[in-house]
């Protein structure tokens, strides 16, 4: 009897250490369940609000020039070094190989399909869609939006899709611009570094190595990274409770779940898209 205690006794915490851990995985899975649920609830809220059209305009002006005009100035920064390291990784191998002539497509490939479409989405992420975040969470602890509810103003209707298509929008439209200075840093950078010239290195990228469907790969990725973001700051922002400290739990969550979105979806796009 005294030799089968102890490994009944040793046998109790192993039990309750799996136990925990099965619970605690459990709850993580349904709480990821019941964001996705609330995001997908969400986003056919704002596709019902399409159907007929009921869109503030004003707002949606306010909200395209403070989310893609005032975005312009980190984007473009981001791209040109984005170009530049892309040439500096490559460097190496055209100067081993002799591929000059190759540089442009070996920049321009990667930089489209991916690199532009990425780091766009982040920056976006952290810049609008935490900015997004903290306004709707404000307005939540504010009780801003029951007032309006009061007064008879749809929150989602005058709040929600604004921003909706304002993410989405600025989005696509600084990952076309990121695009192109991406190229243009890279074309420089060449010239700097490896003594190509910008002609050699465009001729390059248009002899017919890069199609529109490269191009196209990449802006089809922004939109649907736009779509993950703009979900994630307008839920997270709607479900923000706890006063000010809700607020930075609720931009936290929003940053965390938008980076991790953005990962995925580029993964799922990638594979369905061959590359």
């Not at 056919?44 to 909200?63: C, H, K, M, S, T």
């Not at 604004?162 to 439209?173: K, Y």
């Not at 993950?228 to 006063?243: D, E, N, Q």
Request: aromatic share 10%; proline share 4%; hydrophobic share 55%.
């Amino acid at each position: 009897m005294a030799a089968t205690q102890p490994a009944a006794a040793a046998e109790g915490p192993t039990e309750s250490s799996f136990a925990t851990a099965a619970g605690a995985i459990g709850a993580s899975f349904l709480s990821v369940a019941e964001t996705a649920g609330a995001m997908t609830i969400l986003l056919a809220r704002v596709v019902a609000r399409f159907f007929p059209p009921r869109i503030d305009g004003r707002e949606l002006w306010r909200n395209l020039y403070k989310m893609g005009v005032k975005s312009l100035p980190i984007v473009a920064v981001t791209a040109l070094f984005t170009g530049a390291i892309m040439v500096i990784q490559a460097a190496p191998l055209v100067k081993r190989f002799g591929a000059e002539g190759l540089l442009g497509w070996g920049a321009g490939f990667g930089t489209l399909r991916e690199i532009a479409p990425l780091l766009t989405a982040l920056m976006i992420s952290g810049r609008v869609g935490a900015n997004n975040t903290a306004e709707l969470g404000t307005m939540v602890v504010t009780e801003q939006l029951d007032a309006l509810r009061v007064l008879a103003i749809d929150p989602i209707s005058f709040l929600i899709v604004p921003r909706f298509i304002s993410i989405v929008s600025t989005l696509f439209m600084m990952t076309l611009f990121a695009d192109l200075l991406a190229l243009f840093g890279a074309a420089y950078t060449g010239q700097g570094l490896l003594s190509v010239s910008p002609q050699t290195f465009y001729n390059g990228l248009t002899a017919g190595l890069l199609n529109f469907g490269d191009v196209a790969n990449g802006l089809f990725k922004s939109i649907v990274f736009g779509l993950v973001i703009a979900l994630a700051s307008c839920h997270f922002g709607l479900a923000t409770k706890g006063g000010a400290p809700g607020v930075g739990r609720a931009v936290n969550a929003t940053v965390v779940a938008s980076a991790a979105g953005v990962f995925v979806l580029d993964y799922l796009v990638s594979f369905l898209l061959g590359g």
